[in-house]
């Protein structure tokens, strides 16, 4: 089964664009258990209040995750495919069409998301507020909700990195999905020189 999200941006219609395909292999991993009662639960309260993610908050989830022991985590391979769009003489982003296989279906193709040109090339970043319920299932509230889509020109490589922890609204324990995807692969044609 593949899943679908496309986002549209429109920018200078006399840009000159380049379309990039990245292939990438990786992992969709779930778990469903809850971490235990340690500071850093507590440090995912700060994160998750924060109206935007920082790279502080991306440290504490990260140790947050090492509370699971790794047989609670099922792993799966996973296989994306990223279609870019960019203005490559001015080096913009125009637009993102990504595919999975198998579709993970905790994500959100209606997330609010950001694009960002970084030194090395392009990063695309959907979010949704911690609280927000999620619109394909109504029984889960957000407690985290990150995936991050990058290019770079210079290695010819792409990636994407997803956390997703979702919160069951009754409250039961070992219910709430804490999902990971990450994925890496080689893009074609663009390659720059440094």
């Known amino acids: 089964m593949r899943f679908f999200i496309a986002l549209l941006l429109s920018s ?13 292999d990786g992992t969709y991993s779930i778990t469903y258990k809850d971490i235990k009662k340690t500071y850093l639960s507590e440090g995912i309260e700060f994160f998750k209040n924060l109206a935007t ?16 022991a790794s047989e609670d985590w099922e792993k799966d391979k996973m296989y994306i495919v990223q279609y870019w769009e960019a203005d490559t003489e001015n ?11 198998p579709s993970p279906i905790w994500i959100n193709p209606s997330a609010s998301w ?3 040109v970084t030194k090395n090339g392009i990063e695309v970043t959907h979010s949704m507020k911690s609280g ?7 029984d889960y509230d957000v407690d985290f909700y990150r995936v991050t ?6 290695t010819g490589k792409g990636k994407i990195e997803a956390d997703i922890w979702l919160k069951n609204k009754e409250d039961s324990k070992n219910s709430d999905p804490k999902v990971e995807v990450r ?11 440094f």
Not at 53 to 68: E, G, I, V
Not at 132 to 138: A, I, Q, V
Not at 183 to 193: L, R, T, V
């Open 183 to 193: 994925a890496s692969g080689q893009c074609a044609p663009q390659k720059k020189k």
């Open 149 to 154: 889509n990058s290019f770079n020109w210079y």
């Open 12 to 24: 200078s219609l006399y840009a000159e664009n380049s379309k990039v395909l990245c292939e990438l």
């Open 91 to 101: 080096e913009k982003f125009k637009s993102l069409v990504h595919t999975f296989d």
């Open 132 to 138: 927000e319920e999620h619109p394909l299932f109504p």
């Open 53 to 68: 993610q920082t790279q502080q908050s991306l440290f504490l989830l990260q140790r947050a995750k090492t509370s699971f």
């Open 114 to 116: 950001s694009s960002q």
